[in-house]
């Protein structure tokens, strides 16, 4: 499954080539029975991904680890990674 799109604001920003335009794509991939693969990619200044990979352990548990790079962050931690543990009663 995948998706594009385009986002344009009626205010002043200058993203894409000095207009208020941003692109975006996004997918997602079923890699087996217990396994998936997300991710996110917008372009607009500066570039920002994100991917998500996920698998269930069991029919309770799942875990899944996600990383993140945002050009866009002015605190210069652009690079961020979590790791989540969940249990489905």
């Given at each position: 499954m995948h998706g594009y799109e385009a986002r344009y604001w009626l205010e002043a920003k200058d993203y894409i080539m000095?207009?208020?335009?941003?692109?975006?794509?996004?997918?997602?991939?079923?890699?087996?029975?217990?396994?998936?693969?997300?991710?996110?990619?917008?372009?607009?200044?500066?570039?920002?991904?994100?991917?998500?990979?996920?698998?269930?352990?069991?029919?309770?548990?799942t875990v899944s680890a996600k990383q993140s790079y945002d050009m866009n962050n002015q605190d210069g931690k652009n690079y961020r990674l979590a790791m989540d543990i969940a249990y489905q009663l």
């Open positions: 000095g207009k208020p335009l941003k692109i975006v794509a996004s997918g997602k991939y079923k890699l087996n029975d217990k396994s998936s693969m997300q991710y996110m990619l917008e372009f607009g200044k500066q570039p920002h991904g994100i991917a998500k990979y996920t698998h269930k352990m069991d029919e309770h548990w």
